[in-house]
Each structure stands twice: as structure tokens, then as C-alpha cells.
């Protein structure tokens, strides 16, 4: 749900600019069947999204697209530290 909330706040940026927001996406790979690997899977892609969203703040001059791009940082901060707490609970 909060990945789909971010699409969505990233698609109204991108029509309030006159821009037309591509909603495609790569094939789905939850990490396989076994809990462990999908938890670490799923920690990956919060590493990997963090690390984007870094680099489009620091490139980026307009600043209510900074605001809401840290604000889904941070919301990817907290999926990555319940997907780790989750992982070592197992």
C-alpha cells in the first residue's frame, strides 16, 4: 500500500509539470518461496530505492519534488529496519 501511495505522489508531480507518468515495470521477483530469502530480497530493493531516492534529492532544484521525495525516503528507511527486524525474528 505504501509503495502504491508513492506512485502516486510521484505521478502527480510529474502531471502537475506537464508531464505523462509511465506506470511500467519490470517482472516481479519476490526472492522465492522460502520467508528468509524473500525478507532479504525485499531489504535489497529498500537498500536500492533508498540509494535512488538519495541521488534524485541531490540532483534535483525543485523543492516541493525534494520534500516528497524525503518523505518517501524516510518511509523506505522504515520498511527496510521492519523488513531486517522481521528477518532476524525468524
Do not use: N
Not at 505523462?20 to 517482472?27: D, L, R, T, V
Not at 518461496?33 to 529498500?46: P, V
Request: proline share 2%; no cysteine.
Amino acid at each position: 500500500m505504501d509503495e502504491m501511495r508513492h506512485m502516486w505522489w510521484l505521478a502527480d508531480l510529474i502531471t502537475k509539470r506537464g508531464g505523462k507518468p509511465a506506470m511500467e515495470h519490470k517482472e516481479l521477483d519476490f526472492g522465492g518461496d522460502d520467508l528468509e530469502r524473500m525478507l532479504e530480497k525485499q531489504i535489497s530493493l529498500e537498500t536500492d530505492g533508498i540509494e535512488r531516492y538519495k541521488t534524485q534529492i541531490e540532483t534535483t532544484k525543485d523543492p516541493e519534488v525534494v520534500g516528497v521525495i524525503k518523505h518517501i525516503l524516510d518511509e523506505e528507511k522504515r520498511h527496510r529496519t521492519e523488513f531486517r527486524i522481521r528477518l532476524k525474528e525468524l
